[in-house]
């Protein structure tokens, strides 16, 4: 599991949740995390999330923080177990750094009953991916929203790459895991 | 996935992570969450967690809450990543009921520094199998430990069945969102 | 496994052998059987059997009850033996009904030596799917055909309701037969 | 998917549904079924099914035709599929050569509302297995039963070498429906 | 596995490592290995290699003899090791022939340090595809070359029915090392 | 994949092809290969390939280079390839220091054919394991054998180093090649 900060702001707009888009432009080869801040707008035709288009609910914020994983020879089922980790991880990352309570939901991180996230994964052919964005400044988004200025995180990088390395910590713990026990029988 | 806190105490051997071992005793057929109170003692030729093994580790406490879970058609990696799921949410829960500060490192949880669980997961021919404890009373426990007494949680069956409830919403939740999600091409 | 008669008439053209169309359409998420009346055109770029492509063999019946399955993680060796078992059912259910003796050939279903379906299974990156059809009424079907009404059942909704019902009991009792047996070894 | 009637009679006692009791006493390498003739009585600490130790019920007749099935790179959710495909063709079988009407309920087949066979599959660590057995002398079954002799079938090699053909002829046609289509997507 | 020598030359472009390509063109379905001679030209839009893609390096070739295969059931990994395998075979092949000493390097073969071969393996939905070429002739080759006229393969055609025959063998043989062994517990 | 060469003599009599042996007793956790030198006693019920069973052949050899690899999440059939790409390997190192030739066949290698090794790969619940062996001096073996002495490897842990260096870059490559492609459609 490797791990990138990238510096130069990104609009995120849906077609970087694509096989090999972090091979491509970043040349890191196989499992990878990477972090960049932009403007997040996906329209419905880019979403992944079906339940969203049925919804007609396009995401737009004005500027977050996002990280993108792809994984490969994982199953789209563990690929939601490690997202719904990652999302742990940020969520205990922030309470550590700023001492304010933040709720996990699933895929969705709350404060206040603000939400302050969005998150999805997903398959291609070769590989699973997830995209999950917290908003720095809640200016433009469309529902009632927490970003993480008024939480108190106000160094970014340094958040993204505390994230990214516990992240990375914890995947590899998980397949030391696999490793270490002996199989059980009737 | 089925739920059960079963009434009376049974003392956990490390002999009951076995494939069926829930359904032999409590009828529950396929997906399923067990929990039970009771005193804890693995001796190292029933561990199946080999670092323990060689470490010459064997696990004793006087009285543990104890889950149990067995799940079919889920990888080894996948089920460590659940395992880590249950071990979140179990933190979340006891920082809610108690406003105590609880730190999770992989499978491991603490208060203040002090180890309050312990956990492993498996794999059968037919199964993967976890499970996790955590002290009640910490008289007894061979590392320096701390007890759900000490931090304030008295009712261990309401504890004990909301950790379920909260993990059986997890995972129906995660397989729901590996149903909603178009797959992606380059 | 959710189960759903669509009321209105659909021409089913091949484009809806597509992932998350139950969902999308009729907002039934995860593993579901459909059950619609229409005419069926399936050209020969729509056609996901290269056999028939390679044969030239487009479909065409003016009338058919049409089923659609889509089940998430299975493979498609898997799924083909699921249709097969869907088909199977049918059989049983038509010969119960009319007393009439209908043949199961792979996927195919026959009465006096007349092909009264089609079918086809598939897959996408997400999941895998099925399309089963048999003629209401053989006019303009393009082989030498056999129909419903012609066996004597002419309650469509009804009958396809109950293959819809056993079906579902059947992929029921199979996931239960996989959790109810212990491995055997050498 | 090799074939073998066993010539002599065999007492099944439920060790023989193990991995490689074909090729170890038959020669038979790879994917295989073969039948044979012999009392059956499986005694509750050999049985697979633990629905049946639970509810305290071994298996005994006098007289059965028996099929093993072994195959490799299946799951056990394909085998159990695989076995209810071979129940179903051994119903058609019977109803063909006896004009006698037949019910199959998942696993189980039954003339007139009495029981005619048993069935189990299960899973090694290198393969799946499936063990069918029809009762051709109902005396001393445990059950309301029924028998080949009632219905009609009285040379059993005739009948088993034609459940293995046509067994063997679905395998290799449901292999071949997975290699001639497309995948589709959204 | 199917084995076919196609006679007449086919220019390959890239869009030739396609699913069903085989069966379409040629009426093999399932696992199959084809050949052909022909000049080779895949630009970048057409590379599934996305390391050739990011170093902006085409192929050409005026005439290789190509290998083409198409199995269904491995993952990519596995079709990496077959690709592994075949080039293996190839080596062995040129050097029994010729008594020169080839070179294999991961999925490149080496004549006096000069490269002889291109392969690349990749995935589809339904199935896993490789494409292997060797230099006949090696003018218009991009990167310093070698061509089988040098090292004195001159019958091409039982060059390459003899690769596809040993690799035949070598796919059946792993296959049935996979039927022969008991699996082991700790 | 982590190497070893452990440096004191070891019996191998079969036992050590089983889960966590690696890591039992040299503590590397995860996918591994080691390598030791020893005499090769594996009497029949010691042995994992049932085809020797079943031809009463036990192995015997007074003194082998032993390997034995270890690697979870790979099938059986993927890890079949790699023993073969690992009997590749050991072709070619011998080939290169030695220019004599060296004839595989599947698993086996030959000189002036005689038979100079022995393997076998096979499965556990929790991985999949290799043992590859090749005699070192060949007195007592119950075959007409060949040797490394007689071929003119005599310095054994160099050769044991290079070939556990080069697999390693195998088995590395074999991951990365499965990166680096874009999946294809029809």
Redesign the interface.
Known sequence: MQTLFIENEIKYIGSQ????WI??NY?L??DAIVSFIGEVEVKLDEM????D??NNEPIYSKKMVNFIIEQ???????M??????LI?IIK?IIEDMTNKKIK?S??DLFFENRKLSVS???????SC?VHTALNIIKDGAPVSASDLSEIGILDIKAFANRVMSEFKK?IE??????????????
Do not use: M
């Not at 992944?48 to 339940?51: A, F, G, K, R």
């Not at 490969?72 to 563990?78: A, I, R």
């Not at 999805?120 to 070769?126: F, G, M, P």
């Not at 713990?173 to 009737?186: F, H, L, P, Q």
């Open positions: 949740l694509a096989p090999h091979y491509k040349k080869l196989g992944v999330d079906i339940e288009v049925i490969f020879n994982v199953t789209l089922e563990e939601v177990c490690v997202q719904r980790l742990s205990d996990r699933g895929d999805i994964a997903t398959q291609s052919i070769t991916l914890e713990d998980i397949k030391s895991a696999t490793y270490k026990v002996r199989g059980v029988t009737e």
